[in-house]
């Protein structure tokens, strides 16, 4: 399962999913898009609907035998008020019974996965797979040679690190545009 908020999906989250199932980390990828994600300062700029739809469109431009293991799962922007991992990662153990769940992490994120909700519990549930941030000193326990992208320099026009079908998207509905 890699969470995020994708606002937008970038050639980082890109190479993320690439080189998790490029080199059989994870046999089945989960890429679910954030709903009101509860430990950021700011609230996605692109609606639920339009993060999903990006997402989407990144996968669909990937090749063939990496996007055959790849799947949207909108769990969360669908579910209304916050969004709490260990929620999702309990709908998805009744969906995908007795398999293992990992749920991948940059070192950013898995320094606050204490103040996460019932993190106990999901610490219990679940394989930490910590990637790897170039940005962001940790302890990873997975290095992919991460990239140095940024979806707040791509919000603000520093940065074009996003597939080509995502920067169409974002061009088509005027997302983020200056102000």
């Known amino acids: 399962m890699y969470g995020g908020t ?9 190479h993320v999913i690439r ?13 679910v898009p954030a709903g009101e994600p509860r430990l950021r300062e700011e609230a996605p700029v692109a609606t639920g609907a339009q993060r999903r739809q990006m997402c989407q469109l ?5 090749e063939a035998e990496i996007a055959n293991k ?7 922007v669908l579910r209304q008020g916050p969004s709490y991992a260990i929620d999702t990662v309990e709908a998805i153990a009744a ?30 549930m679940v394989e930490f797979i910590v990637i790897d941030r170039p940005d962001f000193p940790g302890q990873p326990n997975l290095a992919i040679d991460a990239l140095a992208v940024s979806a707040t320099e791509i919000r603000s026009h520093k940065s074009d690190q996003i597939p080509a079908p995502v920067a169409a998207y974002i061009k088509e ?5 200056s102000k």
Do not use: C, M
């Open 19 to 31: 080189e998790l199932i490029s080199r059989n980390v994870v046999d089945r990828l989960l890429v």
């Open 70 to 76: 790849v799947e949207v799962n909108p769990i969360e």
């Open 173 to 177: 509905h005027n997302l983020y545009a």
């Open 95 to 124: 969906t995908y019974e007795g398999a293992t769940i990992s749920l991948i992490l940059g070192t950013d994120a898995f320094e606050k996965i204490d103040q996460w909700h019932r993190a106990a519990e999901l610490k219990k």
């Open 58 to 62: 990144a996968i669909s431009s990937l």
């Open 6 to 14: 994708f606002d937008p999906i970038h050639n980082g989250h890109i």
